[in-house]
């Protein structure tokens, strides 16, 4: 638990709790609201390839993860924490936030 806890840079095991419950609700929830934005935009799984519709997919996935960590973070008070791993991801993609 200490290496879990040195990876992901918590203080406290309640923040231990509150930091996989984030990540777990985010998750859930990016693969849950992907479906209705792809509907919403006209992507349907029958009318597309399989090699076309799952990048997109993912890539929808994605942007919802990258929305809700932030907010759900914020919900748990925990908003310092995780604007910094959205900071690390993002950098990750190459976009760079002061």
Do not use: H
Not at 25 to 45: C, E, K, L, N, S
């Amino acid at each position: 638990m200490e290496l879990l806890r040195r990876i992901l840079k918590v203080e406290t095991n309640l923040q231990f709790v509150v930091v996989f419950i984030v990540f777990s609700i985010t998750g859930m929830g990016a693969v849950f609201i992907a479906r209705p934005m792809m509907g919403w935009v006209g992507i349907d799984y029958e009318q597309m390839q399989w090699y076309v519709f799952w990048p997109i997919r993912i890539l929808f996935m994605t942007i919802c993860y990258q929305i809700m960590l932030v907010i759900f973070g914020t919900l748990f008070g925990q908003r310092d924490y995780f604007w910094q791993v959205e900071k690390r991801m993002l950098k990750r993609f190459g976009i760079r936030l002061k």
